[in-house]
């Protein structure tokens, strides 16, 4: 119950420009300075590929993530699109791993389908090119059908360098899962970020716990490649604990954490030989982001503060 509250609240408080307008001052400074840099790498490209190579030099693999959602203008979703493009051939020349995750409202879901489907396949036409695999973030629940649809619909047309989210919170996950292992396609399991209305989701926790072992087990038996993404002890137990029953070896899935959060667990899964990969999130639009990672422990807040009070 506390879980939605708390999710509830910082929900409200992303959308205020005032406190965005706050944040966006003080948050993210050059140099690694800012309240916001534990789960933000910066606001450019440059930090983003620095921090991307420290986590790889850490043995763990990458995706990194231009910040951004639900835009409301063509140009800014074309925006969007370039940024993408450039940040592909930034990763290339880098030499860093060429994985990155992206959210179609950033490319104009929000104006229209063909829009931000237009935009994503520009993005993948290079992304193919040059051998990336393109991760398409899940948003909240009024954009669940139409992006597995577009998913789907650019599936089928091979793009097949493209995996796709589901969220554990949501009760109509364990029918998606089995149409995404039946596609063959490769699948991000999360608990779900976002503050969603008990028609379409479980509101306690031990609900969404329990949807997310079996749907780990699921993507286990039958999906290509998962990625359980969590930074809960009890998911990753249990997840080892399946794998080890079905005797499914460990690089045929991956582990998944968000930069800055629960670095001990991420490096202790490291040494035990399990495959670890880092979203790193970047970019000037890090409000919203940086706002649910708030809203998920707000035991984050006093960190926050500490970090707000002993900045000059
Ligand atoms: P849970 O919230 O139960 O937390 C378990 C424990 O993890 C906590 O007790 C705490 O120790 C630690 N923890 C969790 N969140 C923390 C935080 N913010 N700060 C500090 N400690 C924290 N969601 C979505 O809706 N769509 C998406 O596309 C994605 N993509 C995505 C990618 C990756 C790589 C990850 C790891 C997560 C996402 N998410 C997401 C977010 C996800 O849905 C979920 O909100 C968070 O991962 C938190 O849930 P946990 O599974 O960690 O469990």
């Given at each position: 119950m506390l879980d939605v509250v708390s999710k509830a609240f910082f929900h409200t408080l992303a959308g205020s420009s005032t406190l965005k307008k706050m944040a966006s001052r003080y948050g993210v400074r050059p140099n690694?300075?800012?309240?916001?840099r534990r789960f933000i790498a910066g606001e450019t490209i440059e930090e983003a590929i620095a921090a991307a190579r420290a986590i790889q030099a850490s043995g763990m693999l990458i995706t990194l993530d231009q910040l951004g959602e639900s835009v409301t203008t063509a140009a800014e979703a074309d925006a969007a699109t370039r940024e993408y493009l450039a940040l592909i051939d930034q990763i290339a020349a880098s030499g860093i791993e060429r994985n990155v995750s992206l959210k179609l409202t950033q490319l104009g879901l929000n104006i229209d389908r063909a829009t931000s489907v237009d935009n994503l396949r520009k993005i993948l036409e290079k992304a193919d090119a040059l051998g990336f695999f393109v991760r398409i973030d899940m948003e909240d629940s009024p954009y669940t059908d139409v992006t597995l649809s577009i998913f789907e619909t650019l599936w089928q047309h091979d793009n097949r360098n493209i995996g796709v989210v589901l969220q554990s919170?949501?009760?109509?996950t364990e029918e998606d899962t089995r149409r995404a292992n039946a596609l063959g396609a490769r699948v991000r399991l999360v608990k779900g970020a976002y503050n969603e209305p008990r028609t379409v989701a479980f509101q306690h926790k031990s609900e969404v716990d329990a949807a997310f072992v079996r749907v780990t087990e699921r993507l286990l038996k039958d999906?290509?490649?998962?990625a359980i993404a969590t930074h809960d002890e009890k998911m990753i137990e249990a997840t080892k604990s399946v794998a080890a029953r079905l005797a499914?070896?460990?690089?045929?899935y991956e582990f998944q954490m968000l930069y800055g959060i629960r670095r001990d667990l991420q490096a202790a899964l490291v040494a035990e030989g399990y495959r670890m990969r880092i979203y790193i999130p970047f970019g000037p639009e890090w409000f919203p982001y940086f706002m649910r990672r708030l809203g998920e422990r707000p035991a984050n807040v006093g960190w926050v503060m500490k970090g707000i009070l002993s900045e000059r």
């Open positions: 690694g300075a800012g309240f916001a919170y949501l009760r109509r999906g290509v490649y998962p499914i070896p460990k690089d045929k």
